[in-house]
């Protein structure tokens, strides 16, 4: 590759040239690199269905991303359901409809806040430790280690913790959905001094059954994006403490992203 | 913490996940996992404007169901009402669509009627009175049809 440099390109002469190259340049990096966020995808889901099978590391990974982000979850989920209660009081009662209130908290934290606040909470708590966790692993060579004792590190490193991801975090979003629906029952009801009936009753009127299995569906997918790009940041970090330090940074602003973009695609297809 | 110990936080975490989307389907979804304890019977409208799936059904002030489905037969609709097996209808009852309020949501009112043979399961309600239209009402009223 060393003599390919000395060799005199012919007509790169001109600006104009070099900047539709490091164009191109730029493309290609962006497809090889999306190219290769797939193939590890697959090559990890792949390879849960092969054997060595070790559900006991799955089972840490639901302890570390469910039950670890639980209360951050429950904290995040009751101030949510609290804020939009008080906000949607003051809103619908120019209209005369607080009626409409359990009805508004409870359709705003199903469809959209729940899956998507869950989510974004997972990323910050559980997604930057998981692309540190692994990006450590990388640069002290103990992938390395794992390879040599014939152990595959994809399905040691990564696999588990996309399965553990797709099973806790929509369990997290159903959590973060009930303990908002109290929450705004907290501020509604005994706050504001709404009747309970009224809350719970004209809630239970409008809030079918293809809200929540949306919303699941929502949590699912998202679960996939934030284990997926943040397993992936830290398997391919850079070199030393400061390619650790990126692979975090850009594992949590990827994931953040493509929940943010994924939420308003997926809330297009799906309502 | 020894393995043992985090299997069963973890069992516990499940759990309560499950209950949640339980509450959420079962109590918000109105989803019938056996379909137990209701019974479905149908109800020819010749406009059901405004009402949605999902609405309920009252008799007397109290909820005894929800319209499970609406579909267009000919140009009538065809309401399914899902009742609770503890209610029986006889053969005359009136099936009304009503409004909460002036502007609230629709709902269907059953009145019970006299007869002494009732409606099985699969049956028909044949008296229906479909929704007052009220802005049909006013324009009558401004335009002066109403003597």
Redesign the interface.
Known sequence: MTNQESIPQSGSASPINDKISSLGRYTLRIVAEMGKMAMFLGSALALLARPPWRP?LI??Q??FI??GS?SIVLLTALFTGMVLALQGFYTLEKFGSEGLLGTAV?LSL?RELGPVLTALVVTGRAGSAMAAEIGIMVITEQVDALKSMAVNPLQRLASPRIAGGI??I???T??F??VGIFGGYLVGVKLLGLSSGTYFGH???????S??TGG?LKSLIFALLVTWVSSYKGYYCGHGAEGVGKATTSAVVLSTVLVLIGDYILTSLLY | MS?RG??F??GV??L???A??G???I?????DLLGAGKYDITAKFSTVSGLR????IEMSGVKIGRVQKIILIGEDALVSLQLDNSIKLSRDSIASIRTKGILG?KYILLSQGGSDTLIKPGGKIRDTEPPIDIEKLIGDFIFGKVK
Do not use: H, R, T
């Open positions: 006991s089972i840490q639901i302890y469910g039950v639980l409870a199903i099973l806790a929509p369990l997290l159903a959590i959905d009930v809630m239970e009127l409008q809030v079918k059954m809200d929540i699941i | 393995q985090i299997e936080i973890v975490f499940v309560s996940g499950i949640a989307l509450y959420l389907s109590q918000l979804g109105g989803l799936v999902g609405a309920s949501d």
